[in-house]
């Protein structure tokens, strides 16, 4: 299995919705970051949750994290069509290396 | 913020050749580079950690000798796909930080082409 599973796969929703994606994981971290990527192009860092936060904020961007379920949720409120791109959750352990996910695709419609 | 440049954005090239990526930081001196791959709608695979000065960490699987990465200066990192066939064919994207606990800073990609 892999660390870091995100579901679901694929979100189409009405803009101004929220937008929820959860990233799961198997081994110990010690942070949770979460990324952007539109179609083609490289990755923006959206947001990093170290293991010792629960819940971090960035605009419309909420994630939590719960290290006993071993889980992370990212929520995107008053969402809007230039949102529409992939999201990945990526964790990193210890040895600095950073594991992605294989990412939520979002669609957010006019 | 910082940036990280990458060179070429899209190559094509013949079976047999080899293919030199380029990755730069711009603005900062970066410790680490870290050089991905992803295919279509996939997830981004970790290839190899590259440390200035030092060789480069492979991940399982991936084939030192046929992706050779140098990291010579503290704002340049070099992935060589070395007689490339159509099957390394994919969307190559470095990333680049200056510290431990420092997020990433990724360039925007290299899409190769081997035909």
């Known amino acids: 299995s892999q660390q870091g599973e995100e579901d679901p796969q694929a979100l189409s929703i009405q803009e101004g919705e929220n937008a929820t994606m959860n990233c799961s994981y198997k081994?110990?971290?010690?942070?949770l970051q979460w990324y952007r990527q539109n179609s083609g192009r490289g990755l923006v860092h959206l947001i990093l949750i170290r293991s010792n936060e629960r819940e971090k904020h960035s605009g419309r961007l909420r994630v939590t994290l719960d290290t006993s379920k071993k889980s992370s949720s990212l929520l995107i409120t008053a969402s809007r069509a230039a949102d529409t791109a992939s999201y990945f959750c990526?964790?990193?352990?210890?040895?600095?290396?950073?594991?992605f996910g294989e990412g939520t695709q979002l669609t957010v419609n006019p | 913020g910082a940036v990280v440049s990458q060179h070429p954005s899209w190559v094509i090239c013949k079976s047999g050749t080899s293919v030199k990526i380029e990755c730069r930081s711009l603005?900062?001196?970066?410790?680490?580079m870290f050089w991905y791959r992803q295919f279509p709608k996939q997830s981004l695979m970790l290839m190899a950690t590259?440390?200035?000065?030092?060789?480069?960490?492979?991940e399982q699987g991936v084939e030192k000798d046929k992706f050779l990465i140098n990291h010579a200066s503290l704002t340049l990192s070099t992935l060589t796909v070395t007689s490339a066939h159509p099957e390394d064919s994919s969307f190559y994207i470095c990333s680049a930080r200056r510290d431990r606990n420092e997020k990433l800073f990724f360039g925007s990609g290299t899409q190769l082409s081997v035909l």
């Open positions: 081994t110990s971290i010690n942070n």
């Open positions: 990526a964790t990193e352990t210890s040895g600095s290396r950073l594991t």
């Open positions: 603005d900062f001196q970066a410790t680490t």
């Open positions: 590259s440390n200035e000065g030092s060789k480069a960490t492979y």
